[in-house]
């Protein structure tokens, strides 16, 4: 799955896995890295609400099924 994430989210995760590791009690993000961090979860938000969207629309078409018993 972190294949799949934006740089900057894979950034920001290799951070606070250090940050564990280490043992330290603070991140700190340049104003540039929270920026692009802030954008990209901006951007997830949208896709996740689209996708929302689409789940719902497809909810409330109806499904059409015919039977017509075959050979029976």
Same mark, same amino acid.
């Given at each position: ?16 896995? $250090? ?7 603070n991140l700190t993000?340049?104003?540039q890295e929270a920026?692009?961090?802030? *954008?990209?979860?901006?951007?997830? !938000?949208?896709?996740? *609400?689209? !996708?929302?969207?689409? $789940?719902?629309?497809n909810q409330n078409? *109806? ?10």
């Open positions: 799955m972190e294949n799949n994430l934006s740089l900057h989210i894979r950034t920001f995760n290799d951070k606070i896995k $250090v940050m564990n590791q280490s043992g330290k009690q993000l340049s104003s920026r692009s961090l802030h *954008a990209d979860i901006m951007d997830l !938000l949208t896709l996740c *609400a689209n !996708l929302s969207k689409q $789940v719902n629309s078409q *109806a499904t059409n099924i015919n039977m017509d018993g075959g050979s029976w």
